[in-house]
C-alpha cells in the first residue's frame, strides 16, 4: 500500500509539475504553494462528490450515521478550503509590520481546521444519544454498504496522498488535511457495518456507531489542535532538524564544534542561530569569514536565514 502510495504521488506530481522530488527542509516556496493547492483541489472535488452520495443515500435509508458522515466529508470541503487560503495568505511576503513574514498563517489554518473537527463530532455526537434513545428504524442495503467500503479504501488513499505531500513541503495544514481524511475513511467502514447490522434489525447499532464516529473527530481535532497551538507558542524542533544544521556545520572544516542551536520558526521560513567555537589563532576577521562560510552553508542546505556567532575554543574551557 505505502509502495502505491507513492508512485502515484509521484505520477500525479510529475503530471502536474513535471517535478516529484523534494528536500524536506530546502523547498522552493511557489512550488510548495502549487503542491498545497493540488491536494486542496483534488480533496474538494473528490469530497463534493462523495458527501452528495451519502447524503442521498442517508436520506432514503433514515440512517443518522451516514448522514453524520456525509456532513463530515463536506466539512472536508471547507479545511481544503482553509488550506488554499493559509497557503495562499502565508505565503505574502514579509512586510514592515511582519518582517519574518506571514508563514504562521499555515499554523492558524491548521487550527481552525482542528476546531471544526470538534465542533462536528460534537454535534453529531448529540445527535447520535437522541436517535439511540428513540432507537429510530434504520433501513439496511447491500449496494450502500458496497459503496461505503469503496468510499473508504478511496478516503484512505487521499490520506495517504495528502500525509505524502504534507510530509514532502514540511506542512502541518496538509497533515491536518490528511487526519481529516483518515478519520473520514474510518467512519465510512463503520457506517457500513452499521447498515449492514440495521438489515438484520439491529437499529441502534447506527446510533452507537454515529457516537463512536464523533469521539473520532473529537479526538482528532483535539490532538490537531494541539500540536497547532504548541507550533504558534514555540516549540523545540525535532532532532533529524537539528542533525541536518550540525551536519552542514562540520562540513567548515576550521569549526571545532557548534552549540547554543536556537530556531525560530514561521513556518516555510525559518531563522537559526548559533554559537561556533574556533581555534584562538584566528584573527577576528578570519572568524567572521568562517562564520560567513557556516551561514552560507546552512542556508544552501534549509530554507532559513542562519546568524552564526564565532566563539575561541578557550571560551569552553573556561565556562
Known sequence: MKRFILKTVDYILFIFF????????????????????????????????????????????????????????????????????????????????????????????????AVLLVIVGIEFGINSYHRYLANSMVQGSYLVVIIMIFSSLFKEWMAEFSAELGRRVNSSALIADAWHHKTDGIAMILVAISILSSKYGYYRVDAVFGVGISMLIVYTGINLLWGSISRLIGEAPDEDFL????????????????????????????????????????????????????????????????????????DLSHS
Open 18 to 113: 513535471k517535478e516529484n522530488k523534494l528536500s524536506r527542509n530546502n523547498i522552493d516556496p511557489e512550488l510548495r504553494k502549487k503542491y498545497a493547492y493540488l491536494e486542496a483541489w483534488l480533496s474538494i472535488i473528490c469530497n463534493l462528490a462523495l458527501s452528495a452520495i451519502m447524503f442521498l443515500f442517508g436520506l432514503a435509508l433514515n440512517s443518522i450515521a451516514l448522514l453524520a458522515n456525509a456532513v463530515h466529508t463536506a466539512s472536508d470541503v471547507l479545511s481544503s478550503f482553509i488550506v488554499l487560503l493559509g497557503f495562499k495568505f502565508s505565503s505574502l511576503p514579509a512586510d514592515e509590520k511582519h518582517p519574518y513574514g506571514h508563514g504562521r498563517i499555515e499554523f492558524l489554518a491548521t487550527l481552525i481546521i
Open 243 to 314: 542533525k541536518e544544521i550540525k551536519n552542514s556545520v562540520h562540513l567548515i572544516p576550521d569549526v571545532v564544534t557548534v552549540h547554543k542551536i536556537k530556531i525560530h520558526d514561521y513556518g516555510l521560513y525559518k531563522e537559526v542561530t548559533l554559537h561556533i567555537l574556533l581555534r584562538d589563532t584566528f584573527t577576528l576577521v578570519e572568524a567572521h569569514d568562517i562564520s560567513e562560510k557556516v551561514e552560507r552553508e546552512i542556508e544552501s542546505k534549509i530554507h532559513c536565514k542562519a546568524i552564526v556567532h564565532a566563539e575561541p575554543l578557550s
